[in-house]
């Protein structure tokens, strides 16, 4: 249990750290996944679907692009949201890392000490 707290909390700084290059790529993909609804005729939900679908690289085939100007954009689309998947996958990676050294670590300090892994929660008893 210890290991997944130390994981969200180092998951929320990685998050914290890596939102706005996060945020800056979910709104190319709006913003490209807008463009190619409005040159198709696409109602604006369906041209979000397309390109947040085009952007995870699962590509139904639902709603294709038909115009050479939009799949072109489709390609930018599927790459940006590689970039966005690489770098959410980075950031997961290294938190793992990370929280896994930070628990052997804290194990081994609590080895050195003589502390048991469940005694360090357990807070002293007064015995008056």
Known sequence: ??????FLMLFAHALHAVGPLLVFFSFIIIVLG??????EGWS??????????TA???GYGDIPP?????????IWIAFTGLLFTGLFVAAMLETVSRS????D?????????G?????AYVLPVDPK
Do not use: C, H, N
């Not at 604006?44 to 679908?53: E, G, N, P, T």
């Not at 670590?105 to 050195?112: I, N, S």
């Open 1 to 6: 249990m210890e290991f997944t707290f130390t």
């Open 34 to 39: 807008q463009w190619v609804g409005r040159i």
């Open 44 to 53: 604006r939900f369906d041209a979000l679907y397309w390109s947040f679908i």
């Open 56 to 58: 995870t690289t699962v």
């Open 66 to 74: 038909t115009r050479k100007i939009t799949k072109i954009l489709a």
């Open 100 to 103: 896994f050294s930070e628990t």
């Open 105 to 113: 670590r804290l194990e081994q300090m609590q080895e050195r000490l």
């Open 115 to 119: 502390v048991s892994p469940e005694s």
